[in-house]
C-alpha cells in the first residue's frame, strides 16, 4: 500500500472504490461474540504467543498470493513493539478493531488502559481517565515496557486507539537508524522546545536508546511531570536528555505522520488562522503531496474506517508498479536485500 487511506467517516467519497455491499459482506464489522469466533484461525498459536498483557506476533501477516519478502525481511531485522493507548469504555469500540487489524504487523503489541483488564488483555497503569491523565500514562506504560520488553523490540511506537498504522512502511524510515541512536520520529512541532516535538495524536516511536533514556530521566529526576500536555512533555524530558527529533520526512520531503483524517490533509480545509500552521516544524503542503505514498500513520474516525484500512493496504492500481522505492537502510549493510529479493519485487 502507498498512501495510508484512514476514509473519513462523513466523507460522501468513503466508499469511491468498492460498493456498499461488497464491503460489508468483505469486511463486516463483527460483534464482540462474532470476533472471537473468527479469531480461532486468525489467532492460533502458531501466528501469535501471549505472554501476560502482551501479543508477540510469530508469523509477518500477508496475503498468502504476495511475495513479501523484503517486508519479511524487515520484520525480523527491525523489531518495533506497538504500545497503544486506549480505556476501558473504548476496548470494545476502538481497541479491540486495532487489535485484530494493524497491530499484527507488529512484532509485540501491548494495549495500556487506566486498570488491567485480563480477558483483553490490558496493562492497567493505576491513573485515572482523562486529558490530563495522558502524561502520566505514558510515563508509566513507556516505563512498563521498558523494565518488562526492552529485549524483545528496537523500537516503540506509541498509537491511540483511534489511529490507523502501516507498520511495513514505517520499519522503512527505521531502516536507516539503528536502535542504538538515541533519536524519536513523529508529526514534528517547533513550539516551545529547541529542537521541535512530536504530535501526541499522530503518535510517535522512540528507539531503544530514547526508551532508555527516558526512563532513566526519571529515575534521577532530571524529567518530571511538570505538565499534563502529554506530547510538549515527552519532547522537553528528550531533548535534556540528548535525544533527537527526528525527520520522518520521505526523500521528497513529504510527511509520513498525519495527525489528523486523510480529507483535511489531501484538501486545502485548515484555515490560515488555525493553530496548526504556527505548529508545524516543515512547510504545510496540502494536497496530493501533502503525503508520502510511505505513510504510515493517520488518525481514523471509526471502526469502519480501520477495517477498510485492511483492503486498501494491499489496493493497487493494475499495471504500475510503485513510483516512489527508496533504498532501504543504506546506513545498515546487514539490511541490504538480496538480489533475488529485488527482482521479486519488481525493483
Known sequence: MGLLLG????????????????FE????????AQERGSMVVEESPTNWRKDGA????????HHPDEDSGLADMLYQKVRVLCWVMTGPYNLQRRARHVR?????????????????????????????EGRDQLYWKTIRAFHYVYEHHARDADWFLKADDDTYVVVDNLRWVLSNHTPDEPIYFGKRFKPYTKQGYMSGGAGYVLSKEALKRFVVGFRTKVCTHSTPVE???????LEKMGVAAGDSRDTLHRETFHPFVPEHHLTSTFSKSFWYWSYCYYPIVEGPQCCSDLAYLSITSSATDVRAGVYTYHLRAHGYRPRYRPSVGTERPELQPSPAVNCAHGT
Open 7 to 22: 476514509l473519513p467517516g462523513r466523507s460522501p467519497q468513503r466508499h469511491f472504490f468498492l460498493s456498499q455491499a461488497w
Open 100 to 128: 485484530a487489524t494493524w497491530s499484527r504487523h507488529c512484532n509485540v503489541v501491548v494495549f495500556m488502559s487506566s486498570v488491567e483488564d485480563p480477558d483483553f488483555p490490558t496493562v492497567g497503569l493505576g491513573t485515572k
Open 231 to 237: 506530547d510538549l512533555a515527552l519532547g522537553q524530558c
Open 25 to 32: 459482506r468483505s469486511y463486516p464489522v463483527l460483534s464482540e
Open 54 to 61: 502482551a501479543f508477540f506476533n510469530l508469523l509477518h501477516p
